[in-house]
Protein backbone atom coordinates (compact mmCIF):
# COMPACT_ATOMS: atom_id res chain seq x y z
CA UNK A 1 0.00 0.00 0.00
CA UNK A 2 0.93 3.82 -0.68
CA UNK A 3 -0.35 6.65 1.13
CA UNK A 4 -0.43 10.11 -0.15
CA UNK A 5 0.00 13.39 2.65
CA UNK A 6 -0.85 16.74 0.71
CA UNK A 7 0.18 20.28 2.57
CA UNK A 8 -0.52 23.27 1.20
CA UNK A 9 -3.69 24.28 0.64
CA UNK A 10 -5.66 27.44 2.43
CA UNK A 11 -7.85 30.71 2.15
CA UNK A 12 -5.74 33.33 -0.85
CA UNK A 13 -6.52 36.39 -2.45
CA UNK A 14 -6.91 36.54 -6.31
CA UNK A 15 -3.91 37.41 -7.71
CA UNK A 16 -1.95 35.23 -4.70
CA UNK A 17 0.13 31.96 -4.70
CA UNK A 18 0.08 28.81 -3.00
CA UNK A 19 2.35 25.73 -3.06
CA UNK A 20 0.98 22.39 -2.56
CA UNK A 21 2.90 19.53 -1.48
CA UNK A 22 2.59 15.43 -1.54
CA UNK A 23 4.60 12.93 0.04
CA UNK A 24 4.08 9.30 -1.12
CA UNK A 25 4.86 6.79 1.53
CA UNK A 26 4.23 3.24 2.34
CA UNK A 27 5.76 0.02 0.70
CA UNK A 28 7.02 1.22 -2.48
CA UNK A 29 8.52 -0.35 -5.28
CA UNK A 30 8.72 2.76 -7.75
CA UNK A 31 6.28 5.85 -8.22
CA UNK A 32 5.88 6.23 -11.73
CA UNK A 33 3.88 9.56 -12.90
CA UNK A 34 2.84 11.90 -10.53
CA UNK A 35 0.09 14.62 -10.65
CA UNK A 36 -2.70 16.80 -8.97
CA UNK A 37 -6.14 16.56 -10.03
CA UNK A 38 -8.79 19.19 -9.13
CA UNK A 39 -12.62 18.41 -8.22
CA UNK A 40 -14.88 21.92 -8.04
CA UNK A 41 -18.12 21.57 -6.40
CA UNK A 42 -21.06 20.65 -8.82
CA UNK A 43 -17.92 19.15 -11.42
CA UNK A 44 -16.12 16.59 -12.83
CA UNK A 45 -12.06 15.63 -10.79
CA UNK A 46 -10.18 17.16 -13.79
CA UNK A 47 -6.58 17.11 -14.46
CA UNK A 48 -4.26 20.35 -12.89
CA UNK A 49 -0.54 19.11 -14.14
CA UNK A 50 1.20 15.76 -13.97
CA UNK A 51 4.85 15.05 -14.17
CA UNK A 52 6.47 11.47 -15.29
CA UNK A 53 9.14 9.77 -13.67
CA UNK A 54 11.82 11.92 -16.04
CA UNK A 55 10.63 14.75 -15.21
CA UNK A 56 8.53 16.05 -18.29
CA UNK A 57 5.43 18.04 -17.15
CA UNK A 58 1.91 18.22 -18.73
CA UNK A 59 -0.25 21.25 -17.74
CA UNK A 60 -4.10 21.83 -18.16
CA UNK A 61 -4.66 24.67 -20.89
CA UNK A 62 -6.46 26.69 -17.81
CA UNK A 63 -3.13 26.78 -15.65
CA UNK A 64 -0.37 27.22 -18.44
CA UNK A 65 2.29 29.94 -17.62
CA UNK A 66 0.16 30.33 -13.95
CA UNK A 67 0.96 26.57 -12.62
CA UNK A 68 4.51 25.01 -12.22
CA UNK A 69 4.48 20.97 -10.85
CA UNK A 70 7.93 19.92 -10.19
CA UNK A 71 9.24 16.65 -8.39
CA UNK A 72 12.34 14.88 -6.39
CA UNK A 73 12.28 10.64 -7.20
CA UNK A 74 14.07 10.31 -4.82
CA UNK A 75 11.86 11.69 -1.65
CA UNK A 76 8.95 10.46 -3.76
CA UNK A 77 7.23 13.95 -3.27
CA UNK A 78 5.49 16.35 -5.97
CA UNK A 79 5.41 20.16 -5.86
CA UNK A 80 2.97 22.43 -7.47
CA UNK A 81 3.15 26.15 -7.29
CA UNK A 82 -0.18 27.94 -8.50
CA UNK A 83 0.65 31.53 -8.89
CA UNK A 84 -1.86 34.39 -10.23
CA UNK A 85 -4.84 32.44 -8.67
CA UNK A 86 -8.36 33.16 -9.61
CA UNK A 87 -11.51 32.29 -8.38
CA UNK A 88 -11.81 29.66 -10.84
CA UNK A 89 -9.27 28.12 -9.41
CA UNK A 90 -11.15 27.39 -6.07
CA UNK A 91 -11.62 23.75 -5.72
CA UNK A 92 -10.34 20.18 -3.51
CA UNK A 93 -6.99 19.47 -4.85
CA UNK A 94 -5.98 15.94 -4.92
CA UNK A 95 -2.87 14.39 -5.35
CA UNK A 96 -1.99 11.13 -7.68
CA UNK A 97 0.60 8.74 -8.33
CA UNK A 98 1.03 5.73 -10.54
CA UNK A 99 2.45 3.01 -8.56
CA UNK A 100 4.67 0.16 -10.05
CA UNK A 101 4.64 -3.11 -7.76
CA UNK A 102 8.00 -5.50 -7.91
CA UNK A 103 5.49 -7.76 -9.99
CA UNK A 104 5.06 -5.53 -12.95
CA UNK A 105 1.72 -3.99 -11.88
CA UNK A 106 0.92 -0.60 -11.66
CA UNK A 107 -1.93 0.61 -9.32
CA UNK A 108 -3.36 4.31 -9.15
CA UNK A 109 -2.95 6.23 -5.40
CA UNK A 110 -5.09 9.18 -4.52
CA UNK A 111 -4.18 11.45 -1.23
CA UNK A 112 -7.21 12.92 0.39
CA UNK A 113 -7.43 16.29 -1.33
CA UNK A 114 -7.08 19.74 0.31
CA UNK A 115 -9.03 22.90 0.05
CA UNK A 116 -7.89 25.36 -2.38
CA UNK A 117 -10.10 28.72 -1.87
CA UNK A 118 -9.27 31.91 -3.76
CA UNK A 119 -11.36 34.61 -2.68
CA UNK A 120 -11.29 38.21 -1.90
Known amino acids: QVQLVESGGGLVQPGGSLRLSCEASGSIFVILGMGWYRQAPGKERELVAR???????NYADSVKGRFTISRDVAKNTVVLQMNSLNPEDTAVYYCNAMHLTTSRTQSDYWGQGTQVTVSS
Open 51 to 57: ITRGGTP
